[in-house]
C-alpha cells in the first residue's frame, strides 16, 4: 500500500489560530485552487485561503531581499498539520 504524498479535496488539516486556537478545516477546490474556508462566513463571502498563502518562516528558513522585489522567504515550511478524516458523524 503506498503512502499518500500530498494534499487532496477532502483531506483535513489543522491550523492555529490567536491564542493556541486550533481549527479543523477540510480541503477543498474553490475556482481551480487547493485550500480552505475559515469558517461558514468565509464561505459566504467567497473568502478562499489557497494552501499557498499557509506557509511560513520555519526554523531553517532565511530571509533574503531581491532589489525591485523585496523581502522573501527562503525554504518556507507548511503552518498546517496534515490530521485523519473524521469519522462519519464526528465533524
Known amino acids: 500500500m503506498s503512502e499518500q504524498t500530498g494534499l487532496y479535496v477532502g483531506d483535513w488539516v489543522r491550523l492555529t489560530g490567536w491564542y493556541g486556537q486550533t481549527y479543523d478545516l477540510e480541503i477543498e477546490m474553490f475556482r481551480d485552487c487547493l485550500g480552505v474556508f ?6 459566504t ?3 478562499f ?5 499557509l506557509y511560513e518562516a520555519g526554523a531553517g528558513s532565511e530571509r533574503g531581499y531581491i532589489p525591485n522585489f523585496g523581502e522573501y522567504i527562503k525554504d518556507p515550511v507548511a503552518s498546517w498539520m496534515q490530521i485523519p478524516k473524521p469519522k462519519y458523524g464526528d465533524k
Not at 475559515?38 to 464561505?43: I, N, V
Request: aromatic residues 0%.
Open 38 to 43: 475559515q469558517s461558514d462566513q468565509h464561505r
Open 49 to 53: 485561503t489557497p494552501l499557498c498563502e
Open 45 to 47: 463571502a467567497g473568502q
